[in-house]
């Protein structure tokens, strides 16, 4: 008895994933010139790339600098380029040094999650500046199994230096390592590239605004833009085997268009990014400010830091307030404890109990370690403790730090005494 | 106050004591073997030589030089090696020697569990270190940092881990691995006799997904396969990895002189045939062989067993030794816990540990000088593992089987010749079942397209490629087949099941913490998983307080009771196909696919020693469509001689003592295979006793019993011959068997079925 027959008694058994179970039978490959509804494609920018017996499809689609996407012109990319080059922050997003025709921006389309060796990756989209207009390019996959004119294609026209993505180094860039690897021995190899990863900026900056930093929404929420029609990323893998089964390009176009969109948003994205961390946006708050500043600190910036932090330090918000104690920090790292003190005296007396707390306790360290001034130690200590008292979120080891310190103190203070 | 008696001693007395030596069947003394040893070998590098020295190893047992040779030969190996002989050294010699002459070699270790997996990198480790060279070696599991794992990948000679990581992580991301698979030397499989039935099916075909991808890299690496003893290591080391392989067998290490003692306890309800309880005798023995401070080590079945033991033992010894002498072992102990355990018995603080089967699995924690197995541990093989912790390399041990009233149990203490000339169980694997075959065919096509007329193993699959192709999660693209799915197939894959429909096992004792404990298929688990039922897990006793039918979910509690509990299933059995038959006028043997219709019934409660029904209630679930391979034996009706009613009942009985008798011959589980009487079966109407594995689409079990139907048989007979019983007892033919006449019956039927075999066989 055939081993089908055994496969379809079996069947309730056996676990198939599920699908899109289309009723067609799918069409014979066609691997000459004939390639199905290419007029639709030619419509839409759209042309085949041949490698001997098999092709890819590639569109290629020009952008004026001042098209406007948002908030930006694309254009002002080049402004933020320039600006740059003209700072002396040092920055991992920086790119100083390069031009903007050496920066590339760059997203995949795939058949799944994860990074396993078989999430097909069927999309690769990019985008950069090329004698004055922005040049999108798109390389599609026709069929899984055409990998070979799909990666030559791609490769023969990523010739930069830097990419620049939206989480694309925990995902699209070791994915697609990961399938370079099955075709390593018929395409050129693949270049290392520096990196650009928005996805980590746009949750330092909006982690406080935004419930989830996809794309999608920071793209709405920030950077202003509107999509009308778009096709969502989830239904991506859907609609590709669909195609791959009845090879119409209508639903390819739609996903075609929102990778386009996706691609564009990112050079809106670093341009406002850009502009965000050279405090150059006329709009940003100070919240942002704020975070920018925090980045400067985490990042050892010093310098950086303090500018940011003492133009937010006027003023009577919580910003002004967080913003003159993070100042505060950066000047005892220099040991300008004197400018310190003046800020830590102010805080102290302000009605957020933390960093009261806090600002009391530096004067205490302060006056016993540097200026050996027991009594006004003793008296900063107690009204940390105080304050301290106040709040719920308090620690155990925090209070008995406190107790030690003023006991420690008080001895002091009594052994000064006795030595008069 | 009373001398302390040496082993000795005790043995010269046991032979005398009134109390003890009616009860002992049989007496059985395994003389001292020498150790046979060889040079080490001259290409060793020095460091490794020295190293070895400093651990006191100046020359190796001959398992290990051959092993260490044929390696370095560029042979797969499969080494026999019963408990406490080195067996490490077979593969961390040459696999250690070959990277030190070559420092871009990879190995890759697989153990079946986590335990045995970080036991032996802690000795690698050593090894390694004594050498004071730069080898680098790491486990790579579920518990392996972040931060770790890309050090691993990129520069980790040796690589440590188990089928179900290697199936899920390692495989489908292997183009992280390219140095690893790049460099492949050498793939270590340990414990080979585990990978048996549904695992070992599973993880044959994980096997032949890793030679493709070693393929893919360019290299061929040479298998280096450990088994216990089984009768065919050769076989399953040759179909678990589908490569030529040497087999070496020829043990070196010493042994000292073994008794190995059979003890039945007395009958204390003649009628019945129930005998005292087997836990009782163990703590009567073990207290003898404690109170003279002789090492000992005490086997039980369950953790309540354990825990009964563990507590009268040391209560009764606390006076004398202290609590702390006699320790549990439970299973899933870290190496810190077994440490301790080791170092206790080697200084003498610790005379007693009493564990269930969980600690026969290779974890080491030193030599006892005696073992007692509470109950037949179900196995040849495992009895011999169990026996192995008894015995240093000099000195006498002793071994002492005490026999339960469960029929397995009565039948091998009664046929010590069986245990101890028959050889261990042959263990079997199927990995051409097809619904496990499709599973990893669908993982690696994942990992790496297929072409046209590529073979998967040894398998053809060309129908099968087509079959997925029609499903839609392939697609057809010139030569090859690419995959086409958003899924990801390695996670719903479970490398212990044999389908995917499982129930899922829900521990509820602690009601603020649930936790999945495990899994079981739809078919098990209306006779294992209805409510009420005492499922046993790990040697832990649960109760099914819950079974949510739809949702697939048990519902569980942990227990602690005196019975387990056993469940009738109405069956309706249709032949599908034959596949294999011999036959002549009146008996029909045959081999095939069926369906099975199935319905639980009822379930009774059997109390644990005396196998005594103490209850029963009924079970409420849907019937169960199964379909599987199954053996059979048909006679014709009228040569039985016997009314209806009589032959429907010695049917029964011969069912009972089949269903115990089979699992004996094939080396699976109990529960995995059925036997189903019919008085009139549908294919050809005449009285027959179905035999199918519990898995779909079979896994090599019923075949199996096709082909050794006569010993079957000829057991089964024999077992209810000897039986001291008058009219039949759960020892031979079981109880539900009503005519007083129903165990001549069923010796009646059972003749003639060999009578008509005898007559000769029309192949």
Known sequence: MSLKNKLNRLKPHLSIPESSKQSSSSLPVKTNKEIPFIDVWRENGVSPFFLEDDYCLVR???????????????????????AWNNSNISHPLSAKGFLPEQLFFFDTETTGLGGGVGNTIFLLGHATLEDNHFVVRQHILPRPGSEIPLYTSFLEKVDYTTLVTYNGKAFDWPQVKTRHTLVKAHVPMLPSFGHFDLFHASRRLWKHKLERLKLSIVEKEILEIQRVDDVPGFLAPMIYFDYVETQKPEGMLGIIKHNE????????LYTHLTFQILRMDQNQTEKEAFEVGRWFTYLGQNLAAENTFIELASGESMEAYQSQWQLSLQLKKKKDYEAASGIWLNLSKISDDVIAFESSLELSKWYEHKKKDYKKALLFGQKAKLLLEKRSDRKVDQEMDLAKRLERITRKSCNKNVKK | MKVRKSLQELIVELKKNDEFKDQIVHWHTIEEKEAKTSELPNDLHDNLQRALQERGIGRLYTHQKSSYEAIRRGESIVA??????????????????????SMDSRALYIFPTKALAQDQKSELNE??????????????????????REKVRKAGHVVITNPDMLHSAILPHHTKWVS??????????????????????????????????CEFYGSNPIFICTSATIANPLELAEHLTETNMRLINNNGAPSGRKHFLFYNPPIVNKPLNIRRSATLEVRNIARTLLKNKIQTIVFAK?????EILLTYLQDLVKYQLGPKAIRGYRGGYLPSERREIEKGLRNGDIYGVVSTNALELGVDIGQLQVCIMTGY???????????????????????????????????????????????????????????????????????????????FGEMEIEELLEYLVEERVLFENGEKYYWMNDSFPAHNISLRSASQDNVVIIDQSDVSKARVIGEMDLFSSMTLLHEEAIYLHQGTQFQVEKLDWEEKKAFVREVAVDYFTDAN??????VLEIDKDRENSMVEIAYGDVSVLAKATIFKKIKFETHENIGSGPIHLPEVELHTSSAWISIDKDSSELPDERLDQGLIGISHAFKHIAPLFVMCDPQDIHVVPQVKAVHNEKPTLFFYDRYPGGIGLSEKIYEGMEIIIKEAKEMITRCNCHHGCPSCIGTDPMAETAKIDCLKILNMFLYEVGKGRVS
Do not use: M
């Open chain 1, 60 to 82: 290629e689609v020009k952008y004026p600098l001042d098209y406007q996407h948002g908030r930006y012109k694309l254009g002002e990319f080049i402004d933020a380029v320039k």
């Open chain 1, 261 to 268: 969109i996706d691609i564009l948003s990112l050079i809106s």
């Open chain 2, 80 to 101: 026999v090696t019963p408990t406490a002989s080195g067996k490490t050294l077979c593969y961390n010699l040459p696999v250690i020697q070959t990277i030190i002459e």
């Open chain 2, 127 to 148: 090894l390694i270190q004594a050498t004071e060279l730069q080898i680098n070696s790491y486990t790579y599991d579920g518990d392996t940092p972040a931060n770790i």
């Open chain 2, 180 to 213: 690893l698979f790049e460099n492949l030397k050498f793939v270590v499989i340990d414990e080979l006799h585990i990978y048996r039935g549904v695992f070992g099916s599973h993880v044959a075909n994980v096997i032949r997904r890793l030679k493709r991808i």
């Open chain 2, 302 to 306: 369950s953790r309540v067993r354990v």
């Open chain 2, 377 to 455: 541990p179900g196995s040849i093989a495992s009895s011999w593992q169990q026996a192995g912790r008894a015995g240093r390399r000099h000195g006498e041990s002793l071994v002492i089987l005490v026999a339960s009233s469960s029929p397995l149990d009565q039948y091998i203490i009664q046929h010590p010749d069986y245990f101890f000339t028959s050889s261990p169980e042959t263990a079997r694997i199927n990995k051409d079942n097809l619904i496990i075959l499709i599973d990893h065919l669908k993982c690696a096509a994942y990992e790496l397209p297929f072409k046209k007329g590529d073979y």
């Open chain 2, 569 to 574: 299933l109405a069956v309706e059995l249709k």
